[in-house]
């Protein structure tokens, strides 16, 4: 394998190091990198020869910009030059192939497949270029050589004759050598009638070289004539260089995408003779582009989708607690019509965070009714017996679990690609957790979450103790082909398949997750309604009411706290507020005989959730806690194994269930 000496003139030592392991990946060409950090000592390595080509950084301690390649160009004599440049010195770097260099790549944008085949086609094009233009001196050269010792002796003809036949050799030689170049080479006159067609341009365009040999490079290779090519056309001409993209047909009709590079080739009397044209197809490249720039559109949507819903939420929560209240307690005509109002736009705003947060589409699959329990079962089977020892398997069913209408199969697909994508997150073993509840979410809940509707459901919780989820990535993992496994090791289709499977079950799913704790997947599959479950729901008790006890709210959210007031003092409560840790324990300090309950929010600045625990705790042992958590951050409840709380209630909450938790709470001796 021919071995390349590389020559790097860069002063960053990272970057050096990134070239140098790109370099080191590369399959089809063997490197010898050198690396210099200033363009004096880069310079005295090039006059010691032996380089193949040089790769430059424009900026460096003792030379800047423009001058860089100056110095460079006029040391490196016929050795190619590969600028580096970053995207602020990108018009330099073109300025700078018009002048001789071979190609530029900008810094960031590059891997080593592009490293590899700019320094590969850096070589072929200075070996292309020199060869050409060697050819035609020469050849003119030798032949007036000949010419004139013919007309003065006749007997010189047999070795002008064996010296033509032996530029002939060289000129099939170097016809040779083009044919090797993986670029299109093609040489036109300067009417674009096509003289010099190579084997890659054969093989990218279909054509011959017979059959392309004599046309129109204009009507073979365009569709129409666009100003990109008549910007070629005259450019070339004007300045003896131009360099762009061109939208090109291929025999078949193909379209593709070419970055093309023209020179105007001239003989040694600086007469214009012909056009060269080196093609190099980056259809390819410019399909990976789109679809990155499309992969970055769809995570901007997602973050985007993810803070409006979190934003909106946070408003809609204190509303819908209001709404409640106030429509118990103003029943006359008007007020109900105002409050039905309210009601109906927190409901589209609501309906706009369902809209901006549907991604997914639809599965159909045969239904019928299921006990969940028995597909749990199956999966733990599967399980035990192909996950490693090291991973503890447990679930946890009750008797009583409720029924569903659901695709069996498309069901036991969702709880395996869960239960292997945990797998996956504990390649050192650990625990995964499969259990099943039931559950009724009632209207107000419904309301608040976009997801939920009214009725009952029975909830699929897998849970384990591995690597977690970073945050930033946590909106894209329902995301179709969106993986962070290695390649080979995932499809990034398994969340996707979930969420579409289970959304079209009726149902959602929510995702907690923290790194270096674990992961919990909780699946909401609507159950189907027993005329008891019905009767349950018709009915509506009255909300329990308080004696004047005094809670605690702590809660960084003012419009939280203050609903919550406002709900605790109607329903015969009375209420101190702290908007930190910190002031809750100094409230309690001072309040402590006559507070019964403190609702403890998990998440707030200056001092959060468990450490405040701790703290009342400390204070009093038997200290009755809600813990109060958010979507977001339900994890963190099962997260804090060394604080005791009561109960915990997930936010957003409905004024039923914070009656109802305080009241069981306050009753539970």
């Not at 070795?159 to 993986?182: F, G, P, S, V, Y």
């Not at 593709?256 to 060269?276: A, E, F, P």
């Not at 930033?472 to 398949?497: N, Q, V, Y």
């Not at 674990?518 to 599959?525: H, M, R, S, W």
Request: charged letters at 30%; a negative charge; glycine letters at 6%.
């Amino acid at each position: 394998m021919e071995r390349i000496k590389i020559l790097l003139i860069e002063d960053n030592p990272g970057d050096a190091r990134l070239i140098k392991e790109m370099l080191a990946e590369a399959k089809n060409i063997s490197f010898n990198l050198e690396w210099r950090d200033r363009l004096s000592s880069g310079l005295e390595r090039l006059d010691k020869g032996g380089i193949d080509v040089v790769l430059l950084d424009f900026m460096l301690p003792d030379s800047r910009g423009f001058d860089t390649f100056n110095s460079t160009k006029a040391r490196a004599h016929e050795i190619p030059i590969v600028i580096l440049t970053g995207l602020s010195d990108e018009t330099l770097a073109v300025m700078a192939v018009r002048e001789g260099a071979q190609d530029y790549l900008v810094k960031g944008q590059v891997d080593s497949n592009l490293l590899e085949r700019a320094i590969r086609y850096a070589i072929e094009r200075k070996r292309v270029e020199e060869a050409l233009r060697k050819a035609h001196d020469e050849l003119e050269i030798r032949v007036r050589e000949r010419t004139a010792e013919l007309a003065k002796a006749n007997e010189a003809l047999q070795a002008e004759i064996a010296e033509r036949k032996r530029a002939e050799e060289q000129i099939r030689e170097q016809a040779a050598l083009l044919d090797k170049a993986h670029d299109a080479i093609i040489v036109q006159d300067l009417g674009h009638r096509i003289i010099y067609w190579n084997k890659g341009a054969q093989h990218l365009y279909g054509w011959t070289a017979e059959e392309a040999l004599e046309k129109d490079e204009d009507k073979l290779l365009y569709k129409e004539e666009s100003p990109r090519l008549i910007e070629a056309s005259k450019s070339v001409i004007e300045k003896k260089e131009w360099i762009g993209e061109l939208y090109q047909v291929t025999k078949d009709g193909r379209e593709i995408i070419v970055d093309s590079h023209w020179t105007l080739v001239q003989d040694g009397n600086g007469k214009q003779k012909s056009i060269l044209v080196i093609n190099t197809d980056i259809t390819e490249r410019k399909k990976l582009e789109a679809q990155f720039l499309r992969a970055q559109r769809m995570e901007s949507i997602g973050t985007l989708a993810g803070g409006i819903a979190h934003d909106l939420n946070n408003v809609l929560t204190p509303i819908m607690m209001a709404l409640q209240i106030l429509q118990q307690k103003f029943t006359d005509q008007e007020s109900q019509r105002l409050l039905g109002i309210m009601e109906r736009n927190a409901q589209r705003g609501a309906n706009l965070i369902k809209q901006t947060l549907s991604f997914a589409r639809g599965i159909e699959g045969e239904r019928m009714p299921l006990q969940v329990a028995h597909i749990i079962s199956e999966i733990r089977r599967i399980a035990k017996e192909t996950f490693p020892r090291s991973i503890d398997i447990r679930t946890y069913l009750p008797k009583d679990l409720w029924v569903i209408n659901g695709d069996a199969t498309q069901l036991h697909q969702v709880l395996m690609n869960l239960c292997v994508n945990s797998r996956d997150a504990m390649p050192d073993g650990g625990t995964l957790s499969i259990s099943a509840e039931n559950i009724f979410i009632d209207e107000n809940y419904a309301r608040i979450n976009i997801e939920a509707r009214v009725g009952p459901y029975v909830i699929i919780t897998v849970a384990d103790t591995g690597s977690g989820i970073p945050s930033k990535i946590m909106d894209r993992i329902f995301e179709p082909f969106f993986t962070t496994k290695e390649p080979g090791k995932g499809t990034g289709l398994g969340l996707s398949i979930v969420h579409t499977i289970v959304k079209n079950h009726g149902g959602f799913i929510n995702v907690y997750s923290e790194v270096g704790r674990g992961t919990t997947f909780k699946v909401y599959l609507p159950a189907i309604t027993t005329t008891e479950i019905r009767k349950a729901q018709e009915q509506k008790p009255e909300l329990p009411t308080g004696k004047g006890e005094v809670i605690l709210v702590v809660d960084d959210e003012t419009s939280i706290r203050e609903i919550t007031r406002t709900t605790l003092e109607t329903y015969g409560y009375r209420v101190i507020t702290a908007s930190n840790g910190a002031e809750a324990v100094e409230l309690y300090i001072q309040n402590r005989e006559d507070i019964k309950v403190v609702l403890m929010d998990m998440i707030m600045p200056v001092m959060d959730g468990p450490t405040s625990i701790r703290a009342l705790c400390k204070i009093n042992p038997d200290v009755r806690i809600i813990a109060i958590s958010g979507l977001a951050e339900r994890d963190k409840l099962s997260g804090v194994t060394d604080i005791r709380v009561h109960a915990s209630l997930l936010k957003p909450y409905t004024a039923e269930r914070l009656l109802r938790t305080i009241h069981e709470v306050i009753s539970t001796q």
